[in-house]
């Protein structure tokens, strides 16, 4: 067999097709259907943003992420410059947690809960922040848990455009079965 007859037998259609699209610049077009993957689906590169079951998606270092949900939850951690309450300038490293709870500065917050004492309301203030602490917590974990799964049994897209589906996903009953006995730890948490 000559060198180029050998050559030849290791590529197969689908990787001469690639070749061509790489060759002819088409970086994103479709060279071969992953395993698993119906004809419909459409095929995204790096960067790519498009909308699919009323989400935003987009790829991002081969990964194909739901950004809304990203979006929403940098907002959500988002502090602003000045204290939405007082209007003094607040500071990351002081304020960061207290506007993460209270939406306004420590300062704000520890004149509030100064306030809260005179009244005699504080036991009842203080139980529903750690309540509401603990739902913030259970929040996070689902959402961290939806977007593990989202990640993990979706497809990669290559470089080359081809959709390649992830085998040896986790098993998604035992991860759903794991995190409703950590929420129901959690609320027995709550006071
Ligand atoms: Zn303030």
Request: proline fraction near 2%.
């Amino acid at each position: 067999m000559s060198k180029v007859q050998g050559l030849k037998k290791q590529f197969t259609e689908r990787d001469v097709n690639r070749m061509r699209n790489l060759i002819q610049g088409k970086h994103g077009e479709k060279v071969g259907q992953g395993v698993g993957y119906s004809k419909s689906e459409k095929h995204y590169k790096e960067g790519d943003v498009w909308e699919a079951d009323g989400r935003k998606w987009t790829i991002k270092d081969g990964i194909k992420q739901n950004i809304t949900k990203l979006d929403a939850a940098k907002k959500a951690h988002m502090m602003p410059i000045f204290c939405p309450s007082c209007g003094s300038k607040m500071h990351v490293d002081i304020d960061k947690a207290y506007y993460n709870l209270h939406k306004k500065c420590l300062n704000c917050v520890v004149k509030f809960e100064h306030e809260l004492r005179k009244a005699g309301l504080y036991e009842a203030y203080e139980a529903r922040i750690i309540n509401s602490d603990i739902d913030g917590f259970i929040n996070d974990i689902k959402s961290y848990i939806e977007s593990q799964l989202t990640i993990s049994n979706n497809s990669y897209i290559t470089e080359q455009g081809d959709v390649e589906k992830w085998v040896g996903g986790p098993n998604i009953e035992k991860v759903y079965e794991g995190l409703a006995k950590t929420i129901e730890h959690l609320e027995s948490l709550k006071k």
